[in-house]
């Protein structure tokens, strides 16, 4: 199975700031990679998939990058509505894992 | 507008079985692979089972192998869990998934609002 493992587990910034979280796949998955974002007692979102593909509606401020197994987040300038927790999930091969979750907290 | 709808969840003892039902709308269910996805209180999102379009396909995380069952009814456009032999750690919020991709390998764009399992004495 693939193990999915994202860092930092809690990440505190400002609104307008840059941020990046990590996701790294213990082994290639290519580019089937997706990151989700859930707020409290929500159902998770999906946010970017195929490792750089924006889905439709989600703001031009997220984007993602990488391929194989190190992949990023980002998130270009921090508004309000995006704190929350972030969850990146690998769709290679059966299960299909997710990390444990990255919680962006206002600083 | 695509919409699913859990129901079946509740509080039940160990070693018991429970039910879950995911009832699609808005889209043609019978196109989409669909998804189980679960969430313990406090933790993070796991993976626990696909079936494809047609039920042909189905796939199981290990920890729920050999207990749960994934089905689907493309008549009643209505997804199905079937949890046996029940354990305190199945404990979650269980969410059903719609496969963003029609074929091929695929995130989930569209999820439910979830139905919370119990198991506990």
């Known amino acids: 199975d693939i193990h999915m493992t994202q860092s930092p587990s809690t990440l505190s910034a400002s609104v307008g700031d840059r941020v990046t979280i990590t996701c790294r796949a213990s082994q290639s998955i290519n580019s089937w990679l997706a990151w989700y974002q859930q707020k409290p007692g929500k159902a998770p979102k999906l946010l970017i998939y195929m490792a750089s593909s924006l889905e439709s509606g989600v703001p031009s401020r997220f984007s993602g990058s990488g391929s194989g197994t190190e992949f990023t987040l980002t998130i270009s300038s921090l508004q309000p509505d995006d704190f929350a927790t972030y969850y990146c999930q690998h769709y290679n091969t059966y299960p299909y894992s997710f990390g444990q979750g990255t919680k962006l907290e206002i600083k | 507008q695509v919409q699913l709808v859990e129901s079946g969840g509740g509080v039940v003892q160990p070693g018991r079985s429970l039910r879950l039902s995911c009832a699609a709308s808005g889209f043609t269910f019978s196109n989409y692979a669909m998804y189980w996805v679960r969430q313990a209180p406090g933790k993070g999102l796991e993976w626990v089972a696909i079936?494809?379009?047609?039920?042909?396909?189905?796939s199981y995380a290990d920890s729920v192998k050999g207990r749960f069952t994934i089905s689907r009814d493309n008549s009643k456009t209505t997804l199905y869990l079937q949890m046996n032999s029940l354990r305190p750690e199945d404990t979650a919020m269980y969410y059903c998934?719609?496969?963003?991709?029609?074929?091929?390998?695929?995130?989930?764009?569209?999820w439910g609002q979830g139905t919370l399992v119990t198991v506990s004495s």
């Open positions: 998934a719609r496969s963003r991709h029609v074929v091929g390998a695929s995130p989930f764009d569209y």
């Open positions: 079936i494809s379009y047609d039920g042909s396909h189905k």
